[in-house]
């Protein structure tokens, strides 16, 4: 049974959300502050969180960094703030998805259910020898190569090492990867993503990609690897 984290201060809001998640089979468990769900992340070890930005005590870009400090965890955002800009800086804090309030029952258990789905094989630990798999890896994990992704897993190495990502930033990983120097317009990169970002723009596009080149170039003011074509979009080069 999948376990869900709801972090939300509003009584009523949190009792509908407890109902609905309840009926439709998930273990769920409510806290109304942020430090207590703080806890929860390491007590309850939830499958995914979904998180209220107005929060009492923390506020809640600040809590979603700091779970994305320490989980892979699917978050998805819930929010009375509708602009795009809090969208953007929910992706960019680490969040998976973003509702605004009021939202549709329905479609919520539809976007967890999604997102459970996509993280089902996540491995949010390291492997207990990671070099002990560079023979089995391919071409893209031996040496010379930078970055390989498991799809098993949905995990990300660079240089070896063992790296976070959100979902969404996976899945345009994997374009790049899979064609290399094709430039990927910010439409397509949508489109691939769409389902994982559910109000994904051009401006979370860029977001993500600010967010992948901290992650595996070693100058992310002078990319090497993902490159922007100018007019046109992003291309990986190996």
Known sequence: MDKVLVIEDDAIIGDML??????????????AAGKEGLYALNAYKPDIVLLDLMLPDIDGLELCRLFRQNSNVPILILSMKVKITERV?????????YMSKPFSMHELIARVQALLRRSRNFESSL???PTALTEELPAESKPGSIVHLDS?????????????TTFSEFEMMRCFLEHPNKVYSREELINAIRGFDSFVTDRAIDVHIANLRKKIEENPKEPKRIRTVWGVGYKYVP
């Open 18 to 31: 407890l109902m609905y998640l309840k009926e439709e089979g998930f273990d769920v468990t409510r806290k």
């Open 89 to 97: 800086n929910a992706l960019a804090a680490g969040a998976d998805d």
């Open 127 to 129: 492997p207990v020898n």
């Open 152 to 164: 098993d897993t949905r995990t990300m190495r660079v240089h070896n090492e063992m790296v976070e």
